[in-house]
């Protein structure tokens, strides 16, 4: 299993692009989440979905949408990219509601200039 | 409200000394708590978890962590510190009363060993 993958590695916008970030798992996991990584705020959640067709916001939505049409991709939209964006982005996913650890993949490093 | 603190932003330690990173928890009834570990560049690994029994949990790489109830941590150990254990380490808590899965994290703890 490749776990959960996340493209691109790294990318820079301007000021008002738009870019998605590609999220993947082949676990088969009904839960997936995004969350950005801020230095010394550790990390914050910005969307999740508890299976295809569902998704709900978390702490930061504000600027981001996301998109579930199946099991196995999720999807970052940021529609107007602002310098607040810029940040690191994980994709984690699992399979059971609470008790179940996290999958984190590899992060998308993400600078808005 | 959940919350997860990490009192120290970083802890030095020499190699072959015990090790020690401090986490303590709020939540609504018991909790699910995790340890993560990332280290640079990379995306975050489990550690451990406790979600009931016995309060000394043992994890991956020696590394364990005791549940303590009444003083609400979850204290994350190794007998012996190694220099490749340096890296970034996450606690994090999820209330059993919620409806949803959604972790809280800690700020992170970064731990150094030296040589």
């Known amino acids: 299993n490749a776990g959960v993958t996340q493209t691109p590695k790294f990318r820079i916008l301007k000021i008002g692009q738009s870019m998605t970030l590609q999220c993947t798992q082949d676990?088969?996991?009904?839960?997936m989440y995004w969350y950005r990584q801020d230095p010394g705020m550790g990390l914050k959640l910005i969307y999740y979905?508890?299976?295809?067709?569902?998704?709900d916001k978390g702490e930061v939505p504000n600027g981001y949408n996301v998109s579930r049409s199946t099991t196995e991709d999720f999807p970052l939209r940021l529609e107007l990219a602002a310098p607040s964006q810029t940040s690191v982005y994980f994709c984690?996913?699992?399979?059971?509601?609470?008790?179940?650890?996290?999958?984190f993949g590899p992060g998308t490093r993400l600078t808005v200039t | 409200a959940q919350s997860v603190a990490q009192p120290e932003d970083q802890v030095n330690v020499a190699e072959g000394n015990p090790l020690t990173v401090k986490c303590t928890y709020s939540?609504?009834?018991?909790?699910?708590l995790f340890w993560y570990v990332q280290y640079p560049n990379r995306g975050l690994q489990f550690l451990l978890k406790?979600?009931?029994?016995?309060?000394l949990v043992k994890g991956s790489y020696g590394f364990e962590a005791e549940f303590n109830k009444s003083q609400t941590s979850f204290h994350l150990k190794k007998p012996s510190a190694l220099v490749s254990d340096s890296a970034l380490y996450f606690c994090a808590v999820r209330g059993r009363s919620y409806n949803t899965d959604k972790l809280i994290f800690g700020t992170g703890t970064r731990l150094q060993v030296f040589p």
């Open positions: 979905s508890v299976g295809a067709g569902i998704t």
């Open positions: 939540v609504s009834g018991n909790p699910y």
């Open positions: 984690a996913s699992t399979a059971r509601s609470g008790r179940d650890e996290q999958y």
């Open positions: 406790y979600i009931t029994g016995d309060n």
């Open positions: 676990m088969n996991h009904n839960y």
